[in-house]
């Protein structure tokens, strides 16, 4: 069974650059989220989608950051304009509707200098 | 209060010794627990699902106190490839998921 795929691994950029990161969860996953890690912390919840709809975005800083899933399967991250403390592993998870197991891509490192 | 709380530690083990860890949770309406496990620099897994009664398995047990709010996790004769980080992960409305900092523990041998 293929996993939930992240691209890209690393990513190095000067503040004030934007990035994007892709997410192709699991087949047939319809819950997709997206989690921050900053290095000594749990990964904290950015947004959550249930098909290709936001069900919470609350701790998603909207004024740079945003999400999209247009046809409820991939999905993908941006920032724009990053700062130095959003420097973190950029984690991409899936799972079933009524799954209780999630699964995590591999995530995406992010180094803003 | 934090959704989730852990004493990060690290908790150091001496290799088959026995650790025990808890990990609180604010919201009484929480519906399912789980512990996951991440390894340096690697994504988290599912180590196990925490059910009302207690569950076990191999070493590790995993335990429910919906009164107070807690969940623990006891891994008995500690092994090296123990050494990880350990989230507490609750499940609210919606699928909501909340991760805690994690407690590291660090077996020694």
């Known amino acids: 069974e293929a996993g939930v795929a992240q691209s890209p691994r690393y990513k190095i950029i000067e503040k004030r650059q934007s990035v994007a990161f892709w997410c192709n969860p699991i087949s047939g996953h319809a819950t997709l989220y997206w989690y921050q890690q900053i290095l000594g912390q749990g990964p904290k919840l950015l947004i959550q989608?249930?098909?290709?709809?936001?069900?919470?975005d609350s701790q998603l800083p909207k004024d740079r950051f945003s999400a999209e899933r247009l046809k409820g399967v991939d999905s993908t991250l941006k920032i724009q304009p990053a700062k130095l403390e959003d420097s973190a592993v950029y984690l991409c998870a899936s799972m079933l509707r009524r799954g209780e197991k999630l699964f995590f891509g591999s995530g995406t490192q992010l180094s803003v200098l | 209060r934090k959704e989730v709380e852990q004493d990060p530690g690290p908790f150091n083990v001496p290799e088959g010794a026995t650790v025990a860890f808890n990990c609180t949770y604010s919201?009484?309406?929480?519906?399912?627990f789980f512990w996951y496990r991440q390894d340096c620099r690697k994504e988290p897994k599912l180590l196990m699902s925490?059910?009302?009664s207690g569950n076990e398995d191999g070493r590790f047990t995993a335990q429910l106190n919906r009164a107070s709010q807690y969940i623990s996790l006891l891994i008995r004769d500690s092994k090296l490839s123990d050494s990880a980080t350990y989230l507490c992960?609750?499940?609210?409305?919606?699928?909501?998921?909340?991760f805690g900092k994690g407690n590291q523990v660090v077996v020694i041998p």
């Open positions: 925490v059910y009302s």
């Open positions: 992960v609750v499940k609210n409305g919606n699928n909501r998921l909340a």
């Open positions: 989608f249930q098909n290709n709809g936001v069900v919470d």
């Open positions: 919201n009484s309406a929480s519906q399912s």
